[in-house]
């Protein structure tokens, strides 16, 4: 719900032939919004070279820009692909290359697992964060992260961790780490994951904050950089 009261659901659609993000905006009395785009609906193929392509999130913006998340591969791998749509429901030309589309690994390989979640920040930075899982050693234990993106869809190297990106791996090499979910809290960002420990057959939680302008934030968990459960959620 967008602070106007509209209702914007999206998912995936299929054209025969491609895969698609599809998008549909509804005014506050639950009709289509024929302001949006013509007739309240948009769908926007984002091809790679390998298709593949598979929602993950979406996020309206306090401008009412739509964005929305997911996977796509060029060929081998997956990597995370961001589309942002303006206020009358068309790709934004301000936005990534030129074409409302920008799309990125995590390292030098096409590494994305999944997408978990997108949130747009605060005013005045209005950046947006994304939380997913990738795969750093292609052998697929996954380990949780988290992309900072600016208004013009470039990593925001400059604030957030000197490369707009970090990850969240588990104590002690676990082999498997999922993030789960994200929130904001004050302009920082809560993150929480779940990871299989290598000395026990269970599923443990963990939860993270994060300062936009900081690596972790050092007033949670007495300085530590996240909470490490020992015991089953």
């Known amino acids: ?80 692909v961001v589309v942002r749509l303006t206020a009358a429901g068309v790709l934004d030309s301000t936005f990534g290359g030129g074409d409302g589309i920008a799309d990125f690994a995590y390292t030098a390989t096409d590494d994305i697992k999944e997408v978990v979640d997108v949130v747009t920040l605060t005013p005045p930075s209005d950046r947006i964060a994304i939380l997913g899982d990738y795969d750093p050693a292609g052998a697929d234990p996954a380990d949780g992260f988290l992309f900072v993106l600016t208004t013009a869809g470039d990593l925001d190297d400059s604030d957030f961790n000197h490369s707009g990106k970090r990850d969240f791996a588990p104590p002690s090499g676990d082999p498997w780490n999922h993030a789960q979910a994200l929130a904001v809290q004050a302009g920082r960002l809560v993150v929480l994951g779940g990871y299989h420990p290598t000395t026990a057959s269970v599923n443990l939680a963990w939860l993270a904050r994060v300062q936009v302008h900081l690596i972790f934030g050092d007033d949670f968990d007495a300085g530590h950089t996240a909470l490490w459960s020992s015991v089953t959620p």
């Open 1 to 80: 719900v967008d602070r106007l009261g509209r209702v914007v659901v999206a998912g995936s659609a299929s054209d025969g032939v491609d895969d698609l993000f599809a998008v549909a905006r509804f005014t506050a009395a639950g009709l289509l919004d024929n302001g949006w785009s013509g007739d309240g609906r948009q769908t926007i193929d984002v091809e790679l070279g390998g298709g593949g392509l598979q929602f993950g999130g979406m996020a309206v913006d306090r401008f009412g820009r739509v964005v929305l998340v997911g996977l796509a591969s060029p060929g081998s791998g997956y990597r995370l």
